[in-house]
């Protein structure tokens, strides 16, 4: 039968619900057994042999499986747990009940004292094992123990040994034993589950000494009161403890709690231990007065309970002690932590306010001082003056050496700056490669010069890196004008800044109230492109483009014309600078390619004429410009030979070589599909020839200046220059364009010198769509002959 229970047992101890199943059936045995004890001492010994038995294996179990085996604690519990089972099956089950040899009981009741005491020195060791002060830990255990012994002795130890005149040396000392054991464990356990309260393990372990505690309780009533030993609250209260021990151990929160550290204090500790110092001694004092009279009171129990009171005073002032220790070390960290605090305000602060590379002013700290200086303007004097800073070509650099050498640079141009501050004066950088200059008190001439001085120091060639970088800077002044608020001054120099890059760099441009206006001026042009764009403001032209031999079309050239609703027309050389800078440009070169090509599909199937558009470098730098082009020629099926790519050699001056180069790699890939490349306003530049060798160029188009008319105090040198373009090009085998030609003079001149092309208001004028279908019914050259 044992060995059938233990193998249902194993079986039942596999799943993760082990410990339930264990638990419930174990305690509805435990619960049996005072019943089975009155039926049969054999079925008393045979509960008692299976129950302690199954807690020894689900111990085992609980251990393996929670991976309990490398702690001493654990592998103690194990081990009491076995000896209880040998001892009760062996001593007292075959010994003394079956065998009833003499020597038995004793050795039960040594078994028994192993037990728990193997029980108490794990309990002990897992309050050691927890995170924190030890002594801590072990100090509220004893306030707790002690605290409980005294009603303890008064009520059930003094009464025993009392009373026990008439047992036996071993059975009096085991009664006394077993209990005291008890008190130390109920301490131990309460001071860990003060702090874990919520592991389920430990709560499953402290119920199990909670009826260990009950169960010697009723045992001792029993001794007392002259009953036999062994009653129905005893014998469940031994039995149900082992089965708690049991699913304790199976519980899967066995293997990943941590016991945490015992708390400085707490309501609950706090009212616990107030709760055990005032009223420990109260209660003993009344069991004592209730004891009296009924002869059961001790002659010793005044000195045990004083003894106590005392142990208990002693406890309590060394955990206050270590309360009052770790109050000054708490104290001491709150000290540092606050004066690390305190450094690390000032260094937020400071970083904050300061520019991390160069250790300059940032925007803030600009804004604030500048704000001061305003402030502290005085009647009648100078008002501050603010220089904005921007490094020419500074871009180039990080591209060219990488950020580190441009962080390097930066730190070199912020040493000469500082070096020509004065005192009161603030020198911020305002980001990237752009700083600013606060001159308190400063008339515009001072502020100039001082602009004239930073524009010589930042002119002189920069070691960095075992190479030498030259630098150039330009500079908006803001000066002998009052300004209300730092941001207002900010914006009035930005404004000069942005006049002295478009003046050419390298320059220093003071704040006029112009720049203002024009500003404005251009925000408002901005927003109107935005509206003609969505509206559909924008109109196209187109301008003839005429064979002198034949009199006959041969192309023309798309103008864009923009004409707000309800406002006059603004002029292209107005609006489309404002386009490229805003990058509308690119949208805007988009409409205009979709609208060309939508145009000249019925010119070129009538007439074999093909159309020019005007192309600006930001469109070109586009990533996807080529697929758009030939996306658009597809939707409208127009021949890619039909259109004409106008560019100009200025959009190449403005870039890097790494954009030159992907910009002349999309013209290719367009030329190698049919699409052709006009060169615009050649001979104007300063580099034609050499594009001339790199471009991919069909047409060269040479600007009007070279067509000037005889009367032109140029008119011979201007003559030789396109008689020289018109041969280059002959032998190049480019068709070449005189832009501007407006005389029949300028037009015979041309034809005698060979010139193939022409353009101009000789032949017409810009036109809408609808007449240039009129155009190409004529022959336009003729007709003005």
């Given at each position: 039968?044992?060995?059938?229970?233990?193998?249902?047992?194993?079986?039942?101890t596999?799943g993760?619900?082990?410990?339930?199943?264990?638990?419930?059936?174990?305690?509805?045995?435990?619960?049996?057994?005072?019943?089975?004890?009155?039926?049969?001492?054999?079925?008393?010994?045979?509960?008692?042999?299976?129950?302690?038995?199954?807690?020894?294996?689900?111990?085992?179990?609980?251990?393996?499986?929670?991976?309990?085996?490398?702690?001493?604690?654990?592998?103690?519990?194990?081990?009491a747990?076995?000896?209880?089972?040998?001892?009760?099956?062996?001593?007292?089950?075959?010994?003394?009940?079956?065998?009833?040899?003499?020597?038995?009981?004793?050795?039960?009741?040594?078994?028994?004292?192993?037990?728990y005491?193997?029980?108490?020195?794990?309990?002990?060791?897992?309050?050691?094992?927890?995170?924190?002060?030890?002594?801590?830990?072990?100090?509220?255990?004893?306030?707790?123990?002690?605290?409980?012994?005294?009603?303890?002795?008064?009520?059930?130890?003094?009464?025993?040994?009392?009373?026990?005149?008439?047992?036996?040396?071993?059975?009096?000392a085991?009664?006394?034993?077993?209990?005291?054991?008890?008190?130390?464990a109920?301490?131990?356990?309460?001071r860990?589950?003060?702090?874990?309260?919520?592991?389920?393990?430990?709560?499953?372990?402290?119920?199990?000494?909670?009826?260990?505690?009950?169960?010697?309780?009723?045992?001792?009533?029993?001794?007392?009161?002259?009953?036999?030993?062994?009653?129905?609250?005893?014998?469940?209260?031994?039995?149900?403890?082992?089965?708690l021990?049991?699913?304790?151990?199976?519980?899967?929160?066995?293997?990943?709690?941590?016991?945490?550290?015992?708390?400085?204090?707490?309501r609950?500790?706090?009212?616990?231990?107030?709760?055990?110092?005032?009223l420990?001694?109260?209660?003993?004092?009344?069991?004592?007065?209730?004891?009296?009279?009924?002869?059961?009171?001790?002659?010793?129990?005044?000195?045990?309970?004083?003894?106590?009171?005392?142990?208990?005073?002693?406890?309590?002032?060394?955990?206050?002690?270590?309360?009052?220790?770790?109050?000054?070390?708490?104290?001491a960290?709150?000290?540092?932590?606050?004066?690390?605090?305190?450094?690390l305000?000032r260094?937020?602060?400071?970083r904050?306010?300061?520019?991390?590379?160069?250790?300059?002013?940032?925007?803030t700290?600009?804004?604030q001082?500048m704000?001061?200086?305003?402030?502290?303007?005085?009647?009648?004097?100078?008002?501050?003056?603010?220089?904005?800073l921007?490094?020419?070509?500074?871009?180039?650099?990080?591209?060219?050496?990488?950020?580190?050498v441009?962080?390097e640079?930066?730190?070199?141009?912020?040493?000469?700056?500082?070096?020509?501050?004065?005192?009161?004066?603030?020198?911020?950088?305002?980001g990237?490669?752009?700083?600013?200059?606060?001159l308190?008190?400063?008339?515009?001439?001072?502020?100039?010069?001082?602009?004239?001085r930073?524009?010589?120091?930042?002119?002189?060639?920069?070691?960095?890196?075992?190479?030498?970088?030259?630098?150039?800077?330009?500079?908006?002044?803001?000066?002998?004008?009052?300004?209300?608020?730092?941001?207002?001054?900010?914006?009035?120099?930005?404004?000069?800044?942005?006049?002295?890059?478009?003046?050419?760099?390298?320059?220093?441009?003071?704040f006029?109230?112009?720049?203002?206006?024009?500003?404005?001026?251009?925000?408002r042009?901005?927003?109107?492109?935005?509206?003609?764009?969505?509206?559909?403001?924008?109109?196209?032209?187109?301008?003839?483009?005429v064979?002198?031999?034949?009199?006959?079309?041969?192309?023309v050239?798309?103008?864009?014309?923009?004409?707000?609703?309800?406002?006059?027309?603004?002029?292209?050389?107005?609006?489309?600078?404002?386009?490229?800078e805003?990058?509308?440009?690119?949208?805007?070169?988009?409409?205009v390619?979709?609208?060309?090509?939508?145009?000249a599909r019925?010119?070129h199937?009538?007439?074999?004429?093909?159309?020019t558009?005007?192309?600006?470098?930001?469109?070109?730098?586009?990533?996807?410009?080529?697929?758009?082009?030939?996306?658009?020629?597809a939707?409208?099926?127009?021949?890619?030979?039909?259109?004409?790519?106008?560019?100009?050699?200025?959009?190449?001056?403005?870039?890097?070589?790494?954009?030159?180069a992907?910009?002349?790699?999309?013209?290719?890939?367009?030329?190698?599909?049919?699409?052709?490349?006009?060169?615009d306003?050649?001979?104007?530049?300063?580099?034609?020839?050499?594009?001339?060798?790199?471009?991919?160029?069909?047409?060269?188009?040479?600007?009007?200046s070279?067509?000037?008319?005889?009367?032109?105090?140029?008119?011979?040198q201007?003559?030789?220059?396109?008689?020289?373009?018109?041969?280059?090009?002959?032998?190049?085998?480019?068709?070449t364009?005189?832009?501007?030609?407006?005389?029949?003079?300028?037009?015979?001149?041309?034809?005698?010198?060979?010139c193939?092309?022409?353009q101009?208001?000789?032949?017409?004028?810009?036109?809408?769509?609808?007449?240039i279908?009129?155009?190409l019914?004529?022959?336009?050259?003729?007709?003005?002959?």
């Open positions: 039968m044992s060995t059938a229970f233990f193998g249902v047992l194993a079986r039942l596999r993760p619900r082990s410990w339930a199943v264990y638990l419930l059936s174990g305690l509805a045995l435990a619960a049996a057994a005072p019943a089975l004890a009155t039926v049969s001492p054999v079925l008393e010994v045979l509960s008692w042999v299976l129950l302690q038995g199954g807690t020894a294996v689900a111990v085992c179990v609980g251990i393996r499986r929670n991976g309990l085996a490398g702690l001493r604690p654990w592998r103690l519990i194990r081990t747990s076995v000896l209880a089972w040998l001892t009760t099956t062996l001593t007292w089950g075959v010994g003394w009940i079956w065998l009833q040899l003499p020597g038995a009981m004793d050795l039960y009741r040594a078994g028994t004292v192993v037990t005491t193997l029980s108490l020195i794990a309990l002990t060791l897992f309050s050691l094992r927890a995170e924190g002060s030890r002594g801590a830990g072990l100090l509220d255990a004893g306030i707790i123990t002690v605290g409980v012994a005294m009603p303890f002795w008064i009520f059930l130890l003094g009464p025993l040994i009392t009373a026990g005149s008439g047992r036996t040396g071993a059975d009096l085991l009664a006394v034993a077993l209990p005291v054991i008890d008190l130390f109920f301490g131990l356990l309460m860990m589950s003060l702090d874990n309260g919520r592991a389920p393990w430990l709560g499953l372990l402290s119920l199990s000494y909670v009826l260990l505690s009950v169960g010697d309780g009723a045992f001792l009533l029993d001794q007392v009161a002259g009953r036999p030993s062994g009653g129905v609250v005893a014998t469940f209260g031994w039995l149900a403890c082992s089965v021990l049991g699913a304790a151990v199976l519980h899967p929160s066995a293997g990943g709690e941590r016991l945490r550290a015992p708390a400085v204090s707490g609950g500790r706090v009212v616990m231990f107030l709760a055990l110092a005032l420990s001694p109260l209660v003993s004092g009344f069991g004592q007065m209730l004891l009296e009279p009924r002869g059961t009171k001790s002659s010793s129990d005044e000195m045990v309970i004083m003894v106590l009171t005392v142990v208990l005073a002693v406890l309590l002032v060394l955990r206050l002690n270590i309360v009052a220790r770790l109050a000054e070390n708490h104290a960290e709150l000290g540092v932590a606050l004066r690390q605090r305190e450094v305000q260094s937020l602060s400071y904050a306010l300061h520019d991390p590379l160069t250790g300059l002013a940032n925007r700290l600009l804004g001082a704000q001061h200086a305003i402030a502290d303007t005085a009647p009648g004097a100078e008002p501050p003056a603010l220089l904005l921007d490094l020419d070509g500074f871009k180039d650099v990080n591209d060219s050496f990488g950020h580190p441009g962080d640079l930066l730190t070199h141009v912020t040493r000469r700056l500082t070096c020509l501050l004065a005192p009161g004066q603030t020198l911020a950088r305002l990237g490669d752009e700083f600013a200059l606060v308190p008190a400063t008339g515009r001439q001072d502020a100039l010069a001082v602009a004239e930073i524009l010589t120091a930042l002119q002189a060639p920069y070691r960095l890196s075992s190479r030498e970088v030259y630098l150039t800077t330009s500079i908006g002044v803001l000066a002998g004008l009052p300004t209300a608020t730092p941001s207002e001054a900010l914006r009035d120099a930005d404004l000069a800044l942005y006049a002295a890059k478009n003046a050419g760099k390298n320059q220093i441009t003071a006029d109230p112009a720049l203002r206006h024009a500003h404005l001026e251009r925000t042009l901005l927003t109107g492109l935005r509206r003609a764009l969505a509206q559909g403001e924008f109109t196209l032209n187109y301008q003839p483009v064979d002198l031999a034949s009199g006959d079309i041969r192309a050239e798309a103008l864009l014309r923009w004409n707000p609703a309800g406002s006059r027309p603004v002029p292209p050389d107005v609006f489309i600078p404002v386009a490229e805003s990058g509308l440009i690119v949208p805007i070169g988009a409409w390619l979709e609208q060309a090509c939508a145009d019925r010119w199937e009538g007439h074999d004429i093909s159309v558009v005007n192309i600006s470098g930001r469109q070109l730098r586009e990533p996807d410009f080529a697929e758009t082009v030939l996306d658009i020629l939707r409208h099926d127009l021949p890619e030979r039909a259109l004409v790519l106008e560019i100009t050699e200025s959009m190449l001056l403005a870039t890097t070589p790494a954009e030159t992907r910009i002349i790699a999309a013209l290719t890939t367009l030329r190698e599909h049919g699409v052709r490349v006009a060169l306003d050649f001979g104007t530049g300063y580099s034609s020839l050499s594009y001339l060798r790199t471009l991919p160029v069909d047409i060269l188009k040479i600007d009007k070279f067509a000037a008319p005889a009367g032109h105090a140029d008119h011979h201007m003559r030789a220059f396109t008689k020289a373009i018109l041969e280059l090009s002959a032998s190049l085998r480019l068709d364009i005189v832009e501007g030609v407006e005389s029949q003079e300028q037009a015979a001149l041309l034809q005698r010198m060979g193939p092309l022409v101009g208001y000789l032949f017409s004028p810009p036109a809408p769509a609808r007449q279908d009129g155009l019914t004529i022959t336009p050259w003729q007709d003005a002959a």
